[in-house]
C-alpha cells in the first residue's frame, strides 16, 4: 500500500554526477541493513515498539522457568510449564488468524497487548506476594499465550498494509532482527538483573515494555477488512477454509513445508546439553553450552544487520530454497565439528540462512496471500514456527540417545538438503516465484 511517501532517499548530486559522498551511501547500503520500510510512519511505529519488548519479552521468558524449577526443584515441571503454554497458543493462534481476517486489526492488536500486559502485571503480583504456586503460573503463562496467538497473526498481517510490496522483505528483515537480538540480549540480561533486583521485578520491566507497545499500536491506522471483504464470522469453517485455501495455492503450502523441513529435521537445540557435557567438555561444559545456544541467534543477527546484500531480491522462491539448503549445510558441518569454535562458526552460519528463510517465507505469505486470507495464513505460519522445534526436539532427542548426537545432528543436516532438494524438484511452484 502506498503511503505516499518516497520510497527512495533524495540523492545529492554535482554537476558530475553523484558526490563521493553519495557514491558511498549507495554502496554501504548494498550491504547494510534495507530501512526503506522506516520511512512508512505506521510501520516505523510498529517497528519501534518491537525493540522494547524484544527484549522485556525474554525477561518473562526466562523468569517463569526460573520460579517454577526453584519452586519445585524439578526440570520436568519446567518441560510441563513449556507444554501448558504451546497448546493455548496453538489454538489461538488458528483461532486469531480467521480474528483478524474479519476484523479491524488494529482494535484487535489493542486487546490482545492489553491483555498480554495484563498477565505480566499477574506475573508480578504473584512473584512479589511470594505465592509460589505452579498452578498459578502455568494458568497464567497458558492465558499469556493464548493472548500470543490472537495477536500475532493480526500483527503480522498487519505489515501488508503497512509498506508497499517491494518492501515486505526488508521488513521482515528489520522486525526478525530486533527479535533475534532480543534472544540474544534478553536472556543475558534478566541473568545480571535477578540477583542484583530479584525475579519479580523481571516481570514488572515485562508489563512497563508492554505498556510502549500498546501505546505504538494506538498510534496506528486503521485496518479493517477491505472494502472488497465479505462480513463473516471467525469460527471452526473459516479456519478450515484457510486450510482449503492454502492447499490450493500451493507456493504457500511449500513455504510452510520449507520451514517445517529445516526445524523438524535440522533444529538440534535439544542436544546441546549433551554435547557440551560430552564432546566439548574440555571447553568448559558452561562456557560450551552457553555458545550453542547463542550462536544462532547471532548469526541471525548477523544476517539481519547486513540484510541489503539480498532483501531486495525479486526471486524469493529461490532465496528460501537455497537458505534452506544451506541452514542444512552448516548443521551437517557442525555436527562433524570436533572444535567447539569450528561448531559455534557453523551454527552462525545457520543462523544467517535462518534469517534469510524466515524473511523470504515471510514475504511470501504476505503477498502470495490476499488480505482477506492474511490472518489465517499468518495464525497458520505462528503455529508452524512454535511447533516445529519442539517437534525436533523430541526427534533429535530419540536420535541422539539412539546414535549419538554428533551423528544425529550431521544426519538430520543431511535430511534438510535432501528432503528441500527433493521438494524443490517435485514441485516447480516455488522456484517460479518471484515478485
Known amino acids: 500500500m502506498d503511503t505516499g511517501e518516497s520510497s527512495t532517499a533524495p540523492e545529492v548530486t554535482s554537476d558530475d554526477g553523484p558526490t563521493p559522498e553519495a557514491a558511498d551511501r549507495r554502496g554501504w547500503r548494498r550491504w547494510a541493513m534495507d530501512t526503506r520500510p522506516l520511512r512508512r510512519p505506521a510501520y516505523r511505529r510498529l517497528w519501534s515498539s518491537t525493540i522494547v519488548t524484544a527484549v522485556g519479552s525474554q525477561l518473562t521468558a526466562v523468569a517463569v522457568p526460573k520460579q517454577i524449577y526453584d519452586i519445585t526443584g524439578s526440570s520436568a515441571w519446567v518441560g510441563y510449564a513449556s507444554l501448558a503454554g504451546l497448546l493455548p497458543m496453538v489454538a489461538f493462534a488458528l483461532w486469531g488468524g480467521a480474528v483478524a481476517d474479519t476484523v479491524d486489526r488494529r482494535k484487535l492488536l489493542i486487546v490482545t497487548n492489553s491483555g498480554i500486559a495484563v498477565t505480566s502485571v499477574l506475573f508480578w503480583l504473584q512473584a512479589v506476594s511470594g505465592l509460589d504456586s505452579v498452578a498459578v503460573l502455568m494458568v497464567l503463562l497458558a492465558s499469556q499465550q493464548a493472548f500470543f496467538g490472537l495477536n500475532a497473526p493480526a500483527r503480522n498481517a498487519s505489515i501488508a498494509r503497512l509498506v508497499p510490496a517491494d518492501e515486505l522483505a526488508a521488513a521482515n528483515a528489520l522486525g526478525s532482527t530486533v527479535m533475534q537480538t532480543g534472544l540474544v540480549a534478553g536472556p543475558l540480561l534478566a541473568g545480571a538483573l535477578i540477583p542484583v533486583i530479584g525475579l519479580p521485578e523481571l516481570y514488572l520491566i515485562d508489563a512497563l515494555a508492554l505498556c510502549v507497545t500498546l501505546w505504538a499500536v494506538v498510534r496506528l491506522p486503521a485496518l479493517p477488512p477491505l472494502a472488497a471483504s465479505t462480513a463473516r464470522r471467525a469460527g471452526v469453517r473459516e479456519i478450515a477454509e484457510g486450510f482449503r485455501y492454502m492447499s490450493r495455492h500451493k507456493v504457500l503450502l511449500l513455504s510452510f513445508l520449507a520451514d517445517v523441513i529445516a526445524m523438524v529435521f535440522g533444529m538440534p537445540r535439544a542436544l546441546f546439553p549433551q554435547l557440551a557435557a560430552e564432546t566439548y567438555a574440555p571447553y568448559g ?151
Not at 304 to 322: N, P, Q, Y
Not at 351 to 378: K, N, P, Y
Open 285 to 435: 561444559e558452561g562456557l560450551a553450552l552457553g555458545l550453542l545456544f547463542a550462536a544462532i541467534p547471532i548469526g541471525a543477527v548477523l544476517g539481519g544487520l547486513f540484510s541489503g546484500t539480498f532483501s531486495r531480491a525479486r526471486r524469493h522462491g529461490w532465496m528460501v530454497i537455497g537458505a534452506v539448503v544451506a541452514w542444512g549445510a552448516a548443521i551437517t558441518g557442525f555436527g562433524l565439528s570436533g572444535s567447539l569454535w569450528l561448531a559455534v562458526v557453523f551454527l552462525a552460519a545457520a543462523g544467517v540462512a535462518d534469517m534469510v528463510s524466515m524473511v523470504f517465507r515471510g514475504a511470501i505469505l504476505l503477498s502470495a496471500a490476499t488480505d482477506e486470507m492474511r490472518g489465517r495464513m499468518q495464525g497458520v505460519f505462528t503455529v508452524v514456527v512454535a511447533g516445529g522445534p519442539r517437534l525436533a526436539d523430541v526427534l533429535h532427542g530419540t536420535a541422539g540417545a539412539a546414535f549419538g548426537p554428533r551423528a544425529a545432528v550431521a544426519g538430520g543436516g543431511l535430511l534438510v538438503v535432501t528432503a528441500m532438494v527433493a521438494l524443490a524438484t517435485a514441485v516447480p511452484a516455488l522456484r517460479r516465484y518471484r515478485i
